[in-house]
C-alpha cells in the first residue's frame, strides 16, 4: 500500500508539482472517504485560487471503484471559480493503497479551458511518475542546460519520444539531436528564448517548426518553467504539444482575411461600412476616401452629417434638390431594413468639387437577423454621364449615320424581322429615310427587299451581345454601306453606317489593277519556279548536248548518221533555249474556283517547289486527315504556295527546312474575337512554316501593304504577300502571322469549308579546235552523267581530271592529292554544301586556287550565293567543249 507520505508518494508528487505550472494541469489527492481533497499548485491556479484561499471541499462524484493502481476517468466534476463562473475540469484517477492503509485516488485535474491536458496517475511504486504521465496527451520533458553551455534532456515521456522520434538514450546524454532537428529558421530564435528564460529564471514558452525523421515537419507550442541546481545548471521541466493543425486554420484565415482585404483596398468603387444601426460611425476602403477627400482619420458620418455650421458639410442632391439627414441611401437602407436600388446623386465637397454617384446601399443583420449597420457601394459616374452627353452631341451631330433597331423573333426565338427605334440626322441624310416615317415600323415594311441573312445577322449581334463589322448592299437603295452593330441592350442592336457606294463603284472599275497585280505576282513565282526546273532540266540537256558533240567528232559528215546527230543536236539546244524562255514569260489563266481537296492540289505542286526552293532546303509535307473539301482555283492555290515557299527560302540563309502542313479547323467565338474580321465557322487550314530569320514586329505590322519588301533592289515587287492577302480575301478566308526574329515564320491561311459539294539557230557545224591544257582540274558535279561527260570533256582537252560526285569527296581528294590542283570546276547547288563554300575551304589547302562555277539556274537564283560577283568565273548549263575550253582558260590565265 502506497501512503500519501511515502518516499515514492512524496518524490511523484514533487515531480508533479514540477509539471504541473508550464503544462497547465492541476492535480490533487483525496482519500476515497472524504471530500477534503489535498489541492496541489496547478490545480488550485486553475480553479483560479490562491494557496491560502483554497475551498474546503468541491462538489464532485466519485467514479465507480477501481482496482489499485489502474487509471481511469472519474466524472466530471462541477466547480465554481471565485469569479461565480463554474467550470467543469475533466479527471483521470489511479487508485493507491493496501489493506493496511486507507485507499485514496490520486487525480489529475485538467482546466478544460485549457485543451483538456492530462496527467495520468501513479501506476506502481518502481516508477510511479511514468504511470502518471501516461495519459497525458502531450510531450513532457526536462532539459538541463549546464553550465558549459551544453545541454541534455534527462527525461522525456513516451508520447514526447514518440512525437519528435528521438532515442531517449542519446536524449539523456545530449541535446544535439534535438536542436538538430529544429527548423534552421526557427533554430536561433529558440535557443534565443531558451537562453533569455535561463537568465532571468521566467517561463519559457515558445512555439516552433519540428522536422520528424520521417521528413514531416510539424508546428509545437513548449511550455516550461526553469529552475536552477546546485552545480549552476538550469533544469526546466515542460510540456510541448503539436499545433499544426491550429497553424494551418491560423494561416488559411490569416489568407482569408488578407484576400478580402486587398480585394477591399483594390476595388475601384467606394465601399463604406456603417458600424451601428444609427449610421453615426462610418468607415470605408480606400477609393471611398479618395472620392470624399478624407484622410483615414476622418468619420465619413461626421463630415457627412454633423458639420454643418463649419462649412464643410458634404452636400448631396437628387433630381437638384437637396438631401436632408436621414435620407442618404445608407441610413435609408438601415432605418427601412431593405436594400435601396441603385441612386444617381450630385455630390458636392467641401472643397467645392462635384461629381455624380451611383449607390447602392443594404442593411447588414447578425445571427440573430438583428440589423447591426449598413453597408454601401458607391460609384463615381461623372465620366460615364459625361460620355453619355457628348453622345447625345456626337448622336445629333455625327456624320456618320446611326440607328438603333429592335429585333424581332419569331416563337421559336429565331430573328425574322428588326424595327427601327432611333435614327440620326446622318442616317436621313444618307439613305433618304426620313424618322418620323421609319420609327416603330420594322426594316421589312421599310425595305422589302432585305435579305434574311441581314436579318439573321443583326439577330446574332442583339442575342449574344457579340459585336460585328461588315459591308452590306441595300438592294432597295442600290447603296453600299460599311456597317458596324453592337448590342447596347437585351434584344437591340445598334448600327454605325457608313456611305461607301462611291469606294464600291471605283473598285469595280478599278478590279483590272488587282488582276494585274495577281499576275506580276504570278510571273515572278513562275520566274522562281522556272529556276529550279531549269537546274534538273539544263542537267540533262547538258549530258544529251555533251555527247552529241563528241559523237559529232568522230562521225563522218557523210553518212546518215551525222545528220541525224545534227537534229538531236537542234532539238537540245531549241530545249535549252525554252527553259530560258520560261524565266521570263508567264501564261495568264483565267481564275476557276472548283471544289477540290487541298492534299490532292498541293502534292501536286511539291515536285515543282522543290524545285523553285532548292536543294539546300527540306520540304516537309504533312498533309492532314479526313479534309473537308474547298471551293477555289487551284491556280491561286498553286500561287500561294509558290509565292510562300519562295519568301521562305529567302529568310534562309543557306540550309533549313520548309513545311507545309493541312488540316481542318472550327474556329469558335472566342478565337474570332481576337481577330479583327474573323468569323466563327468550319475551315480547311494550309500552314507554311520555315526556320528561317523571322520577323519583328514592325515588319509584321506592313507586311501585307502593297510594295512593302524587305528584299533588295531587283529581288522583288512587294506585291507577293499583297497580292497573297487578296486571294484569301476573296475566297473569304483568314490569314495569320507567327513570326518572331530569329525564330523562324508561320503563315496559316483558313479556307472556309465547301459544304455543296526570235531567228531560228543555224545547225552547228564540226566543232573548232578547242583550247588545249595541261593543268589538273577538280571537277565537282552532283549528277553522275553529267559528271562522266565533264571528265570525259576535260580529259580530251587534255587536262588532269579529280572528278567527285559529293563535296564531301572533294574535300577528301584535295586533300590526298599529291601535286597541285590548278582549278576548281564545280557545280552551285549540291547537297551537304554549294559551290561558293566549298571554294572557299579548298582555298585553305590550294591559294592559288583558280574557280569555275557552273550552273542550270539563272543569274538572278545564283546570285544570293555569290557567284556572279565581279571577278568570279561562270558558265551557264548546258554548254559545248569550245565554250567549256575557253572558259577554263580565261579562269586558269586571269586573275580571279
Given at each position: 500500500?502506497?501512503?500519501?507520505?511515502?518516499?515514492?508518494?512524496?518524490?511523484?508528487?514533487?515531480?508533479?508539482?514540477?509539471?504541473?505550472?508550464?503544462?497547465?494541469?492541476?492535480?490533487?489527492?483525496?482519500?476515497?472517504?472524504?471530500?477534503?481533497?489535498?489541492?496541489?499548485?496547478?490545480?488550485?491556479?486553475?480553479?483560479?485560487?490562491?494557496?491560502?484561499?483554497?475551498?474546503?471541499?468541491?462538489?464532485?462524484?466519485?467514479?465507480?471503484?477501481?482496482?489499485?493502481?489502474?487509471?481511469?476517468?472519474?466524472?466530471?466534476?462541477?466547480?465554481?471559480?471565485?469569479?461565480?463562473?463554474?467550470?467543469?475540469?475533466?479527471?483521470?484517477?489511479?487508485?493507491?493503497?493496501?489493506?493496511?492503509?486507507?485507499?485514496?485516488?490520486?487525480?489529475?485535474?485538467?482546466?478544460?479551458?485549457?485543451?483538456?491536458?492530462?496527467?495520468?496517475?501513479?501506476?506502481?511504486?518502481?516508477?510511479?511518475?511514468?504511470?502518471?504521465?501516461?495519459?497525458?496527451?502531450?510531450?513532457?520533458?526536462?532539459?538541463?542546460?549546464?553550465?558549459?553551455?551544453?545541454?541534455?534532456?534527462?527525461?522525456?515521456?513516451?508520447?514526447?519520444?514518440?512525437?519528435?522520434?528521438?532515442?531517449?538514450?542519446?536524449?539523456?546524454?545530449?541535446?544535439?539531436?534535438?536542436?538538430?532537428?529544429?527548423?534552421?529558421?526557427?533554430?536561433?530564435?529558440?535557443?534565443?528564448?531558451?537562453?533569455?528564460?535561463?537568465?532571468?529564471?521566467?517561463?519559457?514558452?515558445?512555439?516552433?517548426?519540428?522536422?520528424?525523421?520521417?521528413?514531416?515537419?510539424?508546428?509545437?507550442?513548449?511550455?516550461?518553467?526553469?529552475?536552477?541546481?546546485?552545480?549552476?545548471?538550469?533544469?526546466?521541466?515542460?510540456?510541448?504539444?503539436?499545433?499544426?493543425?491550429?497553424?494551418?486554420?491560423?494561416?488559411?484565415?490569416?489568407?482569408?482575411?488578407?484576400?478580402?482585404?486587398?480585394?477591399?483596398?483594390?476595388?475601384?468603387?467606394?465601399?463604406?461600412?456603417?458600424?451601428?444601426?444609427?449610421?453615426?460611425?462610418?468607415?470605408?476602403?480606400?477609393?471611398?476616401?479618395?472620392?470624399?477627400?478624407?484622410?483615414?482619420?476622418?468619420?465619413?458620418?461626421?463630415?457627412?452629417?454633423?458639420?454643418?455650421?463649419?462649412?464643410?458639410?458634404?452636400?448631396?442632391?437628387?433630381?437638384?434638390?437637396?438631401?436632408?439627414?436621414?435620407?442618404?441611401?445608407?441610413?435609408?437602407?438601415?432605418?427601412?431594413?431593405?436594400?435601396?436600388?441603385?441612386?444617381?446623386?450630385?455630390?458636392?465637397?467641401?472643397?467645392?468639387?462635384?461629381?455624380?454617384?451611383?449607390?447602392?446601399?443594404?442593411?447588414?443583420?447578425?445571427?440573430?437577423?438583428?440589423?447591426?449597420?449598413?453597408?454601401?457601394?458607391?460609384?463615381?459616374?461623372?465620366?460615364?454621364?459625361?460620355?453619355?452627353?457628348?453622345?447625345?452631341?456626337?448622336?445629333?451631330?455625327?456624320?456618320?449615320?446611326?440607328?438603333?433597331?429592335?429585333?424581332?423573333?419569331?416563337?421559336?426565338?429565331?430573328?425574322?424581322?428588326?424595327?427601327?427605334?432611333?435614327?440620326?440626322?446622318?442616317?436621313?441624310?444618307?439613305?433618304?429615310?426620313?424618322?418620323?416615317?421609319?420609327?416603330?415600323?420594322?426594316?421589312?415594311?421599310?425595305?422589302?427587299?432585305?435579305?434574311?441573312?441581314?436579318?439573321?445577322?443583326?439577330?446574332?449581334?442583339?442575342?449574344?451581345?457579340?459585336?460585328?463589322?461588315?459591308?452590306?448592299?441595300?438592294?432597295?437603295?442600290?447603296?453600299?454601306?460599311?456597317?458596324?452593330?453592337?448590342?447596347?441592350?437585351?434584344?437591340?442592336?445598334?448600327?454605325?453606317?457608313?456611305?461607301?457606294?462611291?469606294?464600291?463603284?471605283?473598285?469595280?472599275?478599278?478590279?483590272?489593277?488587282?488582276?494585274?497585280?495577281?499576275?506580276?505576282?504570278?510571273?515572278?513565282?513562275?520566274?522562281?519556279?522556272?529556276?529550279?526546273?531549269?537546274?534538273?532540266?539544263?542537267?540533262?540537256?547538258?549530258?544529251?548536248?555533251?555527247?552529241?558533240?563528241?559523237?559529232?567528232?568522230?562521225?563522218?559528215?557523210?553518212?546518215?548518221?551525222?545528220?541525224?546527230?545534227?537534229?538531236?543536236?537542234?532539238?537540245?539546244?531549241?530545249?535549252?533555249?525554252?527553259?530560258?524562255?520560261?524565266?521570263?514569260?508567264?501564261?495568264?489563266?483565267?481564275?476557276?474556283?472548283?471544289?477540290?481537296?487541298?492534299?490532292?492540289?498541293?502534292?501536286?505542286?511539291?515536285?515543282?517547289?522543290?524545285?523553285?526552293?532548292?536543294?539546300?532546303?527540306?520540304?516537309?509535307?504533312?498533309?492532314?486527315?479526313?479534309?473537308?473539301?474547298?471551293?477555289?482555283?487551284?491556280?491561286?492555290?498553286?500561287?500561294?504556295?509558290?509565292?510562300?515557299?519562295?519568301?521562305?527560302?529567302?529568310?534562309?540563309?543557306?540550309?533549313?527546312?520548309?513545311?507545309?502542313?493541312?488540316?481542318?479547323?472550327?474556329?469558335?467565338?472566342?478565337?474570332?474575337?481576337?481577330?479583327?474580321?474573323?468569323?466563327?465557322?468550319?475551315?480547311?487550314?494550309?500552314?507554311?512554316?520555315?526556320?528561317?530569320?523571322?520577323?519583328?514586329?514592325?515588319?509584321?505590322?506592313?507586311?501585307?501593304?502593297?510594295?512593302?519588301?524587305?528584299?533588295?533592289?531587283?529581288?522583288?515587287?512587294?506585291?507577293?504577300?499583297?497580292?497573297?492577302?487578296?486571294?484569301?480575301?476573296?475566297?473569304?478566308?483568314?490569314?495569320?502571322?507567327?513570326?518572331?526574329?530569329?525564330?523562324?515564320?508561320?503563315?496559316?491561311?483558313?479556307?472556309?469549308?465547301?459544304?455543296?459539294?526570235?531567228?531560228?539557230?543555224?545547225?552547228?557545224?564540226?566543232?573548232?579546235?578547242?583550247?588545249?591544257g595541261h593543268e589538273t582540274v577538280l571537277l565537282v558535279e552532283d549528277e553522275p552523267a553529267l559528271l562522266h561527260l565533264g571528265a570525259t570533256m576535260l580529259e580530251k582537252l587534255g587536262y588532269q581530271v579529280l572528278a567527285a560526285?559529293?563535296?564531301?569527296?572533294?574535300?577528301?581528294?584535295?586533300?590526298?592529292?599529291?601535286?597541285?590542283?590548278?582549278?576548281?570546276?564545280?557545280?552551285?547547288?549540291?547537297?551537304?554544301?554549294?559551290?561558293?563554300?566549298?571554294?572557299?575551304?579548298?582555298?585553305?589547302?590550294?591559294?592559288?586556287?583558280?574557280?569555275?562555277?557552273?550552273?542550270?539556274?539563272?543569274?538572278?537564283?545564283?546570285?544570293?550565293?555569290?557567284?556572279?560577283?565581279?571577278?568570279?568565273?561562270?558558265?551557264?548549263?548546258?554548254?559545248?567543249?569550245?565554250?567549256?575550253?575557253?572558259?577554263?582558260?580565261?579562269?586558269?590565265?586571269?586573275?580571279?
Open positions: 500500500m502506497l501512503s500519501p507520505t511515502t518516499p515514492t508518494s512524496r518524490k511523484s508528487k514533487s515531480l508533479c508539482r514540477r509539471i504541473a505550472p508550464p503544462a497547465r494541469v492541476g492535480f490533487s489527492s483525496l482519500p476515497v472517504v472524504t471530500t477534503s481533497p489535498a489541492w496541489e499548485n496547478g490545480l488550485v491556479r486553475c480553479r483560479q485560487f490562491t494557496p491560502g484561499g483554497q475551498p474546503g471541499g468541491v462538489a464532485h462524484r466519485a467514479g465507480p471503484t477501481r482496482a489499485r493502481g489502474r487509471a481511469g476517468p472519474i466524472a466530471a466534476e462541477r466547480a465554481v471559480n471565485p469569479d461565480e463562473k463554474p467550470f467543469l475540469p475533466e479527471a483521470t484517477a489511479l487508485r493507491q493503497g493496501t489493506e493496511a492503509r486507507v485507499p485514496e485516488e490520486e487525480a489529475a485535474r485538467a482546466d478544460e479551458r485549457s485543451s483538456r491536458s492530462l496527467i495520468g496517475a501513479l501506476r506502481d511504486e518502481p516508477n510511479p511518475f511514468s504511470q502518471l504521465v501516461a495519459t497525458v496527451p502531450g510531450g513532457l520533458f526536462s532539459f538541463r542546460l549546464r553550465p558549459d553551455g551544453s545541454a541534455c534532456c534527462p527525461y522525456a515521456n513516451p508520447a514526447f519520444l514518440e512525437l519528435f522520434g528521438l532515442p531517449a538514450e542519446d536524449l539523456a546524454e545530449s541535446a544535439a539531436a534535438l536542436w538538430a532537428t529544429l527548423h534552421p529558421d526557427d533554430l536561433d530564435r529558440v535557443r534565443d528564448s531558451v537562453a533569455t528564460s535561463a537568465r532571468s529564471l521566467t517561463p519559457w514558452r515558445d512555439e516552433f517548426r519540428w522536422r520528424r525523421p520521417n521528413g514531416d515537419e510539424i508546428w509545437v507550442e513548449g511550455h516550461s518553467m526553469p529552475v536552477r541546481e546546485p552545480d549552476g545548471s538550469i533544469l526546466w521541466h515542460g510540456f510541448l504539444h503539436d499545433i499544426t493543425a491550429r497553424k494551418e486554420t491560423e494561416r488559411r484565415l490569416f489568407a482569408t482575411h488578407e484576400r478580402l482585404q486587398a480585394l477591399l483596398q483594390a476595388l475601384p468603387v467606394g465601399v463604406s461600412f456603417s458600424e451601428d444601426a444609427t449610421c453615426q460611425h462610418i468607415t470605408g476602403n480606400p477609393m471611398l476616401r479618395a472620392q470624399f477627400e478624407m484622410t483615414p482619420q476622418d468619420n465619413i458620418s461626421a463630415s457627412a452629417l454633423e458639420t454643418a455650421a463649419l462649412g464643410r458639410r458634404v452636400r448631396y442632391f437628387f433630381d437638384g434638390q437637396e438631401l436632408r439627414e436621414g435620407e442618404l441611401p445608407l441610413q435609408r437602407a438601415v432605418a427601412e431594413n431593405r436594400v435601396i436600388p441603385p441612386m444617381e446623386l450630385v455630390v458636392q465637397l467641401p472643397s467645392g468639387r462635384r461629381w455624380i454617384a451611383e449607390i447602392l446601399a443594404a442593411p447588414l443583420r447578425d445571427a440573430q437577423d438583428r440589423i447591426i449597420g449598413g453597408l454601401a457601394v458607391i460609384l463615381n459616374i461623372t465620366e460615364r454621364k459625361q460620355a453619355e452627353e457628348r453622345y447625345q452631341t456626337l448622336f445629333e451631330h455625327m456624320l456618320d449615320g446611326f440607328a438603333l433597331h429592335e429585333i424581332v423573333c419569331d416563337a421559336r426565338g429565331q430573328p425574322v424581322d428588326y424595327r427601327f427605334l432611333a435614327v440620326n440626322p446622318a442616317f436621313e441624310r444618307l439613305t433618304g429615310l426620313k424618322a418620323n416615317a421609319i420609327v416603330g415600323k420594322t426594316v421589312l415594311e421599310i425595305l422589302p427587299s432585305t435579305e434574311p441573312y441581314w436579318i439573321e445577322t443583326y439577330g446574332r449581334v442583339a442575342l449574344t451581345g457579340e459585336p460585328a463589322s461588315f459591308e452590306n448592299y441595300a438592294r432597295d437603295l442600290d447603296q453600299y454601306f460599311q456597317v458596324t452593330a453592337f448590342c447596347p441592350a437585351p434584344r437591340q442592336f445598334a448600327c454605325l453606317f457608313v456611305d461607301i457606294t462611291a469606294r464600291k463603284r471605283a473598285e469595280a472599275e478599278q478590279e483590272h489593277l488587282q488582276t494585274q497585280l495577281a499576275q506580276a505576282q504570278k510571273m515572278e513565282s513562275i520566274g522562281r519556279l522556272a529556276g529550279g526546273v531549269a537546274h534538273d532540266f539544263n542537267n540533262l540537256l547538258g549530258v544529251i548536248l555533251g555527247y552529241t558533240e563528241l559523237a559529232l567528232e568522230h562521225a563522218n559528215p557523210a553518212q546518215p548518221l551525222y545528220a541525224d546527230l545534227l537534229e538531236i543536236q537542234k532539238a537540245a539546244q531549241r530545249s535549252a533555249d525554252l527553259t530560258r524562255q520560261l524565266l521570263a514569260f508567264a501564261r495568264k489563266q483565267t481564275i476557276a474556283p472548283q471544289v477540290c481537296d487541298l492534299n490532292e492540289t498541293v502534292a501536286g505542286m511539291l515536285k515543282l517547289l522543290r524545285r523553285l526552293i532548292g536543294e539546300p532546303i527540306a520540304l516537309m509535307w504533312r498533309p492532314g486527315s479526313s479534309l473537308w473539301p474547298v471551293k477555289v482555283d487551284p491556280a491561286q492555290i498553286d500561287q500561294v504556295l509558290a509565292n510562300l515557299c519562295v519568301n521562305a527560302r529567302d529568310a534562309i540563309a543557306s540550309v533549313g527546312q520548309i513545311t507545309i502542313e493541312t488540316g481542318n479547323a472550327s474556329l469558335d467565338q472566342t478565337v474570332c474575337a481576337q481577330h479583327a474580321g474573323w468569323i466563327p465557322g468550319e475551315y480547311v487550314r494550309l500552314a507554311v512554316s520555315d526556320d528561317g530569320c523571322g520577323m519583328d514586329p514592325e515588319t509584321l505590322a506592313h507586311l501585307f501593304e502593297p510594295f512593302f519588301t524587305t528584299k533588295g533592289v531587283g529581288r522583288g515587287t512587294g506585291l507577293g504577300l499583297a497580292t497573297l492577302y487578296g486571294v484569301v480575301q476573296q475566297n473569304r478566308g483568314f490569314i495569320h502571322v507567327s513570326s518572331a526574329p530569329g525564330q523562324g515564320t508561320t503563315f496559316t491561311l483558313y479556307w472556309p469549308r465547301h459544304r455543296d459539294q526570235g531567228a531560228p539557230a543555224a545547225l552547228a557545224g564540226p566543232a573548232e579546235p578547242a583550247s588545249r560526285d559529293t563535296p564531301g569527296e572533294a574535300i577528301r581528294l584535295a586533300e590526298e592529292h599529291a601535286g597541285a590542283i590548278h582549278l576548281l570546276m564545280t557545280d552551285v547547288v549540291m547537297p551537304e554544301m554549294n559551290g561558293r563554300d566549298l571554294a572557299r575551304r579548298l582555298l585553305s589547302l590550294y591559294p592559288n586556287l583558280k574557280r569555275l562555277f557552273m550552273s542550270g539556274y539563272t543569274a538572278s537564283v545564283i546570285a544570293p550565293h555569290g557567284v556572279l560577283d565581279d571577278g568570279v568565273h561562270f558558265i551557264q548549263k548546258p554548254f559545248a567543249m569550245p565554250e567549256l575550253a575557253a572558259k577554263i582558260r580565261v579562269a586558269l590565265e586571269r586573275e580571279p
